[in-house]
């Protein structure tokens, strides 16, 4: 027997403000969700699997209009002439209260109820398959401790949006994997959290969460999919990832440590990219990259800072050849500690001395502030995007002035030493 567990599709999902940006791929982005929905739907018609799991936000939430309930159901249909029936409960994201709009289901698809769990028994497999929808958004009972009885001498699979255990979602449905073992099942098909991981211990159920089916923004890294499980006649099961995103995001971290100048980060930037377009078997990318590391480099990366970024952008052209969107870049680099500005003679070493002293003295940093009233100003003018989310920018808060007062430093001392 084998079968595909999936789960957050989140089809149609919102932009998340990528319209801001101008050299933003956005229509390609938006549209991933439902070209790796597609790939899903084929792979279960090459590997003629038994059936499909979905545990659960297929949506992201109620449908602007009825094109992506349509979509859905026109890629379910190819897999109800190929005789593969699908399994689908709702999660947090598609829970009950939250979608307004319905849509007739092809027959060879059974939606898990509500209001209570139910079992589903494919009698030519003699699989049981137990599962229970989301009712709402946040579901605070354990709906796997009302799970109905395993079937015996059946294999038996519990379908459940969320184990509740990670600390990087919402703890919705707070169960335990000890509390899912304790069902009795074979195989527990989960859903919500968005990074591939397996619950499984030696001895017990696997517990498996395939993680979403495409990455939607930097947090969501690496390569996306399905679970593609085989279980033998002895009942062991085999599962096995199978990548089906179409766009996929990087962190590209890049270790400018000892680099000289910055002409050879970017060298280094180019020599990493390399490396993970190689990796996306030629999937587009968005990338963040990540400058780290002390290096006398980093004296050209701070005082020109929009110059080294095209530099970025532009060897990113190079090595992609269109195929790589830089979605931003964060340095995190540093003099190395035997520069010392402040052994300098003249202006450069006073302005030094001036901005160490600025850093340890609180006071004296929100006296500086207060005395410049342009920056309350500037800072009420500033635009969401950029007062909010990653990186924020605080004009007037002490503690964040005294991080940018280094790449001040820097700046000015570019400016000092080069005329």
């Not at 439902?34 to 499909?52: G, I, K, M, S, T």
């Amino acid at each position: 027997m084998r079968f595909v567990h999936a789960a957050d599709i989140h089809l149609d999902s919102p932009r998340g403000g990528l319209d801001r940006e101008s050299d933003a791929p956005v229509d390609e982005i938006q549209q991933a969700p439902r070209r790796a929905l597609e790939n899903l739907v084929q792979l279960c018609l090459d590997e003629r699997v038994d059936f499909l799991l979905i545990a659960g936000d297929l949506y992201d939430g109620d449908w602007k209009d009825f094109r992506t309930g349509l979509f859905f159901i026109d890629q379910m249909r190819r897999l109800q002439a190929a005789d593969i029936p699908v399994f689908l409960i709702a999660g947090n994201h598609d829970a009950a209260n939250r979608m307004t709009r319905t849509l007739t289901l092809p027959t060879n698809i059974t939606l898990f109820p509500a209001k209570d769990s139910d079992t589903v028994r494919l009698e030519s497999l003699q699989v049981a398959i137990h599962g229970q929808s989301f009712a709402r958004a946040a579901v605070l009972d354990d709906l796997s401790a009302k799970y109905p009885a395993k079937v015996s001498g059946w294999f038996n699979i519990g379908l459940l949006h969320t184990c509740g255990t990670s600390t990087e979602h919402e703890r919705y449905a707070p169960c335990t994997p000890e509390g899912l073992q304790r069902r009795g099942y074979d195989y527990w098909a989960l859903g919500h959290v968005h990074k591939r991981q397996s619950l499984h211990e030696t001895g017990s159920a696997p517990i498996h969460f395939p993680g979403n089916l495409q990455g939607r923004h930097i947090r969501e890294t690496g390569a996306k999919g399905c679970l593609l499980v085989t279980v033998d006649d002895r009942g062991t099961v085999t599962p096995e990832f199978r990548p089906l995103d179409v766009f996929r995001w990087e962190m590209c971290t890049v270790d400018a440590g000892g680099a000289d100048r910055a002409d050879d980060v970017v060298q280094q930037f180019a020599d990493r990219l390399r490396s993970d377009l190689d990796a996306a078997d030629g999937r587009p990318l968005a990338v963040r990259v990540d400058l780290r590391g002390a290096c006398r480099a980093h004296q050209q990366l701070a005082a020109e800072p929009q110059r080294w970024a095209a530099e970025l952008q532009s060897a990113a052209g190079l090595v992609g050849g269109g195929r790589v969107w830089i979605e931003k870049i964060v340095r995190h680099t540093s003099l190395p500690t035997d520069v010392d500005l402040e052994s300098l003679d003249g202006p450069m070493g006073e302005l030094a001395a001036m901005i160490r002293d600025l850093q340890a003295d609180e006071a004296q940093l929100a006296a500086l502030i207060a005395s410049i009233p342009e920056l309350a100003t500037l800072q009420s003018r500033l635009p969401g995007e950029l007062t909010e989310g990653v990186d924020p920018l605080r004009l007037t808060d002490p503690a964040w002035v005294r991080g940018q007062l280094n790449d001040v430093r820097e700046y000015l001392a570019h400016r000092l030493l080069t005329g």
